[in-house]
């Protein structure tokens, strides 16, 4: 029998703030002591009364605006009742019936069959137009709907200890240091149909974070932790072999919950589309519950039954005043993100002087009343301030500099790696113009065609492959802080303009770079002082070829009787003549000169 999946996430990310979300107590990842960053507030002493955190609210409107949700005119914090043995209060603060962001969507590249056989769903395929004004193919682009971003605080951590851990009894210890840190909730859809989904859409999600400086989204220290709803239904198969859900009705949804890296996330739904598979086709029903990744044997566990959000008891926050959020309604209407401060200057007047209008009654009636006034947020100022984000990056770097795909992908993953080569890409041009009037040519420089592309092309290529190697990295996606480079990006610029006007050979280039991260002196003065300057002067060479062609006569009669693999042998010969320094295809050419007339 076949199923097609349907699939929905809840990603939970905790934001990079100064303090906690609702007390002045520090929001520190890195502390390694237990229960230091902690006060009254956050461990619910009695009589204690929370304050909003209002960077972190900023943050989640952020994170809302740059993946296209509608933001509420108005929001509040509630209670949800449920035990959590490392939340002293016995309630988690958090949002359920206004939470700041909704309808919202990430567009995500598809490579698998799972966006053409959506033809049933038309709102899911699209063609994606950014605010940059550039597009990309319906069929590599599939739109993941969010249905809601909300704010609340996390919990503390357990430590459970076992009879041969810690002080040899079963026990389990609590760290509060993570209680109340703001943590932002995303919740999409269920538009996803497979790990490979699952994957894209998580990483990118991440990206988006660490763009926006929201949270550092870091699965490792547990910033950033991934939850999937999944099901199955079943599809039913015609003779002309088009597909079919065989009723409308989703099957029972299984949460796999508190998945630690992208990598676990792709591979417990991968087996939990088998395990559901495997259930249904032997005739057994899948059941409702909570299941968990046991990492060793690559498997989900069940944990407990699945609680509905009704079993919560959710009910406003006393303590807590409502959030006013200040958007003008052309904002509020608005496409794809944009970042032009155009659009604030055509916003409606009159709507944002009704907003104010309505803001200032709520004060005035909360202040009549003894209350704690609301708190306003100026989400017009928010939405002008966004960086750029990453697709809108790819399609730039594909515009500007026209590098391969490979290549943007890392350089969009790497920002650090990537804000490095845009600086070493504007410096191409100055450093081409200098090397230009050395040489002498009275030719125009503009005439120059490599200037469009191969110049920038080998520098990218250079900085993904070689500074790997230079600062010990698996890969140049792993390069996320460059702050100590030694190499400034106007000598690296040199550098690789000097190697395309063949003054350097490959290894001389690499041999340069390395002693430029180590000492941070420019290209040229290391050329000098090593002596590793390409000879591409004829009269130089042709003392080296005559010499390789004397002491060579075996491979200079193979030449001759047609091997081609005997000139690249003497090219190699001429090379170790002159230490590396002969320019090889200039030796090439001498060589086929001689050998004709010897």
């Not at 709803?229 to 198969?237: F, M």
């Not at 000492?519 to 591409?536: A, C, F, N, R, Y």
Request: glycine share 6%.
């Amino acid at each position: 029998m076949n199923y097609k999946p349907t699939i929905g996430l809840e990603i939970h990310a905790e934001l990079k703030t100064k303090t906690k979300m609702f007390c002045d107590s520090l929001n520190d990842s890195d502390e390694k002591h237990p229960n230091i960053n902690v006060c009254p507030i956050c461990m619910g002493h009695p009589g204690t009364l929370p304050v909003i955190n209002q960077e972190a609210v900023k943050k989640v409107i952020q994170a809302g605006l740059a993946l296209h949700c509608q933001i509420a005119d108005e929001s509040f914090f509630e209670r949800k009742n449920y035990f959590y043995p490392d939340l002293p209060k016995g309630y988690q603060i958090s949002q359920y019936q206004k939470p700041l962001c909704r309808d919202g969507y990430l567009e995500i590249l598809s490579n698998d069959q799972g966006l053409k056989t959506k033809a049933n769903n038309e709102s899911l395929k699209t063609k994606a137009i950014d605010s940059s004004g550039f597009s990309r193919s319906p069929l590599d682009v599939k739109r993941i709907r969010i249905e809601r971003i909300h704010l609340e605080e996390d919990a503390g951590r357990l430590l459970h200890e076992s009879l041969s851990t810690g002080s040899g009894r079963p026990a389990s210890l609590v760290d509060y240091n993570r209680a109340g840190v703001p943590l932002m909730e995303l919740v999409t859809r269920p538009d996803l149909e497979n790990g490979n989904e699952v994957k894209k859409f998580a990483e990118e999600f991440q990206l988006i974070l660490r763009y926006l400086n929201v949270s550092d989204a870091n699965m490792e220290k547990g910033q950033m932790r991934v939850e999937v709803n999944i099901s199955l239904s079943e599809i039913l198969t015609s003779s002309n072999q088009k597909s079919k859900i065989k009723n409308q009705k989703l099957g029972t949804k299984v949460e796999i919950k508190n998945l630690n890296s992208i990598k676990v996330a792709m591979q417990a739904v991968e087996y939990e589309i088998k395990r559901q598979s495997e259930l249904l086709d032997s005739g057994e029903r899948v059941i409702q519950e909570t299941r968990g990744w046991d990492e060793v044997r690559g498997v989900t566990v069940s944990q407990r039954s699945k609680e509905e959000a009704h079993d919560y008891r959710y009910f406003p926050e006393p303590d807590l005043p409502p959030l006013f959020l200040s958007i003008s309604e052309k904002l509020q209407r608005r496409g794809p993100p944009s970042f032009s401060r155009e659009l604030l200057k055509e916003a409606s007047d009159e709507s944002v002087a009704v907003i104010s209008n309505e803001f200032s009654n709520i004060e005035k009636d909360s202040q009549r009343k003894g209350g704690v006034p609301p708190t306003k947020i100026d989400v017009d100022g928010l939405l002008v301030s966004l960086p750029e984000l990453p697709q809108q990056r790819r399609d730039r770097f594909k515009k500007q500099y026209n590098l391969p795909e490979r290549d943007i992908e890392i350089f969009t993953k790497a920002k650090h790696l990537g804000d490095y080569y845009e600086k070493v890409a504007t410096e191409l041009d100055s450093e081409a113009k200098v090397e230009h009037l050395k040489s002498g040519s009275v030719k125009e420089f503009s005439d120059e065609k490599h200037l469009l592309g191969r110049l920038h092309a080998l520098a990218a290529n250079f900085i993904i492959t070689e500074f790997p190697v230079l600062f010990n990295m698996k890969d140049a996606s792993e390069l996320e802080d460059l702050s100590g480079i030694k190499v400034e990006p106007e000598a690296f610029a040199e550098l690789m303009v000097m190697f395309f006007h063949k003054k350097l050979s490959s290894s001389a280039t690499k041999v340069i770079l390395k002693e430029m991260t180590e000492t941070g002196l420019h290209p040229e003065q290391i050329m000098k002082e090593k002596d590793l300057g390409q000879v591409s002067d004829s009269g130089e060479l042709t003392i080296a070829v005559k010499n390789v062609i004397a002491n060579n006569q075996r491979a200079v009669e193979d030449y001759k009787k047609g091997k081609q693999e005997s000139l690249k042998f003497l090219v190699g010969q001429v090379m170790k003549e002159t230490k590396g320094k002969a320019n090889p295809q200039v030796a090439e050419e001498l060589l086929k000169k001689e050998l004709v007339t010897n």
